[in-house]
């Protein structure tokens, strides 16, 4: 029988038997993941001079580096088959994985500045307003479409908008455009071919504050697996691309340390074999913890994010929930030694915020972040990838699950019309499977939907309940609400004339300032003016100065000469004290007469 496309497949896993014995056998889930057309917007990328990709590089991290790669669906719905509700990690037989924090910022590029902060849910999503102001539109030409609860801006009127902004070389708000498509499309995706507002929270905080969208991007991927684990299948609604480049690489990256300094664009070297999911389930579930690359090739050790706040653990918040996440089960992919983490790291908080009573949980994950504890060589030792034998004992006595794997159907017989056979049946299977997904996704949306209007109708009647009770309370209140509202008015009216005064007072104090700076400018003019003439009268005495002791030093050389012609003619004293003090006076004025003999 020819084996189904892998590409094509839609991540369901079949249910195995459960009549084996084995202790804590888990049964396969149906796992389907929110999938885009991404083509005409990789095709509009195309557009981009190496100088635009590298500014787009520089602000938003390598994220446009996702586009390129192409997920294999089965990968992920095998995957999600091993996450654990109690653990808040992959529990595979032989191992346990998590993504982090350190692997993820390594991955985009987006290292976490503390003097910046991360991403914050502050109870309402970002104005649309504000959306297409950054993105270079007028609010009125921002078409919004909603889907049931789900509002958002549809994947084809972004694209025009990008081909638009291309075309006129707007290349600034495009990287803009180009950035939130991504968001929506990539990073956070929740609705097929759309950006809902949940994902333009995110990337509104990032473009105008610079949080971090990291632990987000990880939230996401973490509560939704958890989602999925308690429904017992259901849609994957978080980046399944940076998920789907961190178990690859650990899987296949051993032998390609040297050749692989790139998450993502050397991501293409390792070579991924086309398998269905029960395939990649039984690969998964075959794992040794000596044929894994335990640190990826490309991260380097440093500071580990270890808890924040008041929690034991990490408690990530994302655009749709808060979901807890233990560093310290996962030490062996940040190159350290693993020890056994303590019961209070294990497992911790998880939910969605359209859950009632969840507001103090929010300003206690929001204060922790402002708190975050870091360990790195003196906490954890050294860099080495091992594990301590008190945490080997600890996996073995937990009491790992057991997944059994159902053996595939094999086709009897070999002529050409049961070929053919065989192929018109997956050919409609293929069919089916689309229809499938289509409706589950329909159902779900309906499903959300549902949940959505019953919780606001609880709502509504807790504040029904509540508008009741305030209403009688106002009812029996009112006379002393007249009274206080009287002295308001009367008090209102008293500040009012207040500030009428103070204001007639301080615009009587400026018209003063204002002539008294006057009265200042017209003084220093005048005082400008005798400067310029002063200055006039020296530079004309110093000019006089000049000529005469010019003038004296000629007329004392002359005489100085005549008395020289005439030795036989005797000065009188006082003549010859005066024609000396004319000499010195010369000299002072650094003329050099002659000596008198």
């Not at 990287?175 to 995110?202: E, R």
């Not at 969208?213 to 609604?237: H, R």
């Not at 996962?330 to 915020?353: D, H, M, N, S, W």
């Amino acid at each position: 029988m020819e084996r189904l496309d892998s590409n094509q497949y839609q991540g369901m896993v079949e249910d195995q038997d459960n009549t084996s014995n084995a202790p804590k056998a888990k049964k396969s889930i149906r796992i389907t993941t929110t999938d885009s057309n991404l083509e005409r917007l990789v095709e509009i990328t195309k557009s981009m001079s190496k100088e635009i990709r590298r500014d787009f590089d520089k602000m938003y991290g390598r994220i446009l580096d996702l586009l390129d790669i192409s997920v294999k669906t089965p990968v992920i719905s095998a995957l999600a088959q091993f996450w654990s509700s109690d653990l808040h990690c992959f529990e595979l037989p032989n191992l346990d994985l998590v993504p982090t924090i350190e692997e993820y910022t390594r991955m985009t590029r987006l290292p976490i500045d503390d003097n910046v902060g991360v991403y914050s849910y502050r109870g309402r999503y970002v104005d649309e307003r504000k959306i297409a102001k950054l993105i270079g539109l007028h609010p009125d030409q921002l078409k919004l479409e909603k889907r049931g609860a789900i509002q958002g801006l549809r994947k084809s009127f972004l694209e025009d908008h990008l081909e638009a902004l291309a075309g006129r070389g707007s290349w600034h708000y495009f990287n803009k455009t180009l950035a939130l498509t991504i968001y929506g499309l990539v990073l956070f995706p929740f609705a097929p071919n759309m950006v809902d507002h949940a994902a333009m929270d995110v990337f509104a905080q990032y473009e105008t504050q610079g949080l971090n969208p990291v632990p987000a991007i990880l939230a996401d991927t973490l509560l939704t697996l958890e989602v999925c684990q308690k429904k017992n299948g259901g849609t994957l609604k978080c980046c399944t691309y940076l998920l789907y480049v961190w178990i690859i690489t650990h899987m296949y990256a051993c032998e390609l340390r040297t050749l692989f300094p790139d998450p993502l664009r050397d991501f293409g070297r390792i070579k991924v074999k086309r398998q269905e999911a029960r395939e990649w389930k039984k690969e998964l579930a075959d794992i040794q913890d000596n044929k894994i690359a335990w640190t990826c090739p490309w991260y380097s050790p440093y500071e580990v994010i270890f808890s924040c706040g008041d929690f034991a653990n990490v408690p990530l918040m994302g655009p749709r929930g808060c979901v807890a996440y233990t560093p310290s089960i996962a030490l062996r992919q940040l190159k350290r030694t693993q020890v056994k983490p303590v019961e209070e790291q294990l497992g911790g908080i998880c939910f969605q915020y359209d859950v009632p009573d969840t507001s103090q949980l929010l300003v206690r994950v929001r204060a922790a972040w402002r708190n975050v504890q870091r360990k790195g060589d003196d906490e954890l030792g050294k860099p080495r990838v091992s594990a301590s034998q008190e945490y080997n004992e600890w996996r073995k006595a937990r009491g790992v699950p057991e997944y059994v794997l159902r053996e595939a159907p094999h086709a009897e017989g070999s002529s050409r019309s049961s070929d053919e056979t065989l192929k018109t049946m997956a050919s409609e299977l293929e069919r089916a499977r689309a229809q499938i997904k289509q409706l589950e996704e329909v159902e779900e949306a309906a499903e959300w939907e549902i949940d959505a209007l019953k919780r606001q109708c609880k709502k509504k009647d807790e504040q029904i309940e509540r508008l009741k009770i305030q209403g009688e309370d106002a009812r029996n209140d009112t006379k002393n609400w007249w009274g206080l509202a009287k002295n308001y008015h009367e008090k209102n009216e008293e500040l009012s004339q207040k500030v009428i005064k103070r204001k007639l007072k301080a615009k009587r104090k400026k018209q003063e300032a204002d002539e008294a700076i006057e009265g200042w400018r017209l003084r220093t003019n005048v005082q400008r003016d005798k400067k310029k003439e002063w200055m006039k009268r020296c530079d004309d005495m110093v000019d006089c100065v000049n000529y005469h002791s010019i003038e004296l030093a000629r007329r004392l050389g002359e005489a100085e000469d005549e008395i020289d012609r005439n030795p036989e003619i005797q000065l009188p004293p006082k003549t010859a004290r005066f024609m000396r003090y004319c000499q010195d006076l010369a000299r002072g004025f650094g003329r050099e007469p002659k000596c008198l003999m």
